[in-house]
């Protein structure tokens, strides 16, 4: 089963809203990722949060982490057309790096 | 321009042959890593390695197989024992393992025929 698994799996959304999405995990972890990936493309690194850390902000970007539920969210506030992607959180269990990426959320923004 | 590549960016293969798909990156990483994403899916880890000459399987190794010969490269060769070869690969390198951020190249379509 997965160590980090998204919801919703997809998201639909006006320009201007804001686009929620959380993740899931089942173990102790060392941080956090969220990554966009474009369709048919690589991954994009948007934000790591330490284990440490509850709150961090980049640009639109706002990521929470609750490590008593063993959850994240991602908040895209103001969202545009070309915030249409796949976003997708990794984690890697405490002790080691090998890093596990959940199913993603589908995120489309319409115009 | 500092980044990872990825070629060729589409690949068909006939069954039971081997094909090797290239990864080169000039960002002095450390790290690297390969992925495989099927349609609708996350990544899974196929190999890693965090230093020249070191790699470690990951999830999904059964009918891969790697080297690690220079710090800039990291090819991946499917073997004809990869039972379901069609998918979207993806490297990745990062400063050291330890260090989170990973960064991806385009990524190669692989399609057996």
């Known amino acids: 089963s997965q160590q980090g698994e998204e919801d919703p799996q997809a998201l639909s959304i006006q320009e201007g809203e804001n686009a929620t999405m959380n993740c899931s995990y089942k173990t102790s972890i060392n941080n956090l990722q969220w990554y966009r990936q474009n369709s048919g493309r690589g991954l994009v690194h948007l934000i790591l949060i330490r284990s440490n850390e509850r709150e961090k902000h980049s640009g639109r970007l706002r990521v929470t982490l609750d490590t008593s539920k063993k959850s994240s969210s991602l908040l895209i506030t103001a969202s545009r057309a070309a915030d249409t992607a796949s976003y997708f959180c990794a984690t890697a269990p405490s002790g080691t790096y090998k890093y596990i990426f959940g199913t993603g959320t589908r995120l489309k923004v319409l115009a | ?113």
């Not at chain 2, 293969?13 to 099927?38: F, I, P």
């Not at chain 2, 024992?81 to 400063?95: M, R, V, W």
């Open chain 2, 1 to 113: 321009d500092g980044g990872i590549t990825q070629s060729p960016k589409y690949l068909f293969r006939k069954e039971g042959q081997n094909v090797t798909l290239s990864c080169e990156q000039n960002l002095n990483h450390d790290a690297m890593y390969w992925y495989r994403q099927d349609p609708g899916q996350g990544l899974r880890l196929i190999y890693y390695s965090q230093i020249v000459n070191d790699f470690q399987k990951g999830d999904i190794a059964e009918g891969y197989s790697v080297s690690r010969e220079k710090k800039e490269s990291f090819p991946l060769t499917v073997t004809s024992a990869q039972k379901n070869p069609t998918a979207f690969y993806l490297c990745a390198s990062s400063i050291d393992e330890g260090r989170g951020e990973q960064f991806f190249g385009p990524g190669t379509r692989l399609t057996v025929l």
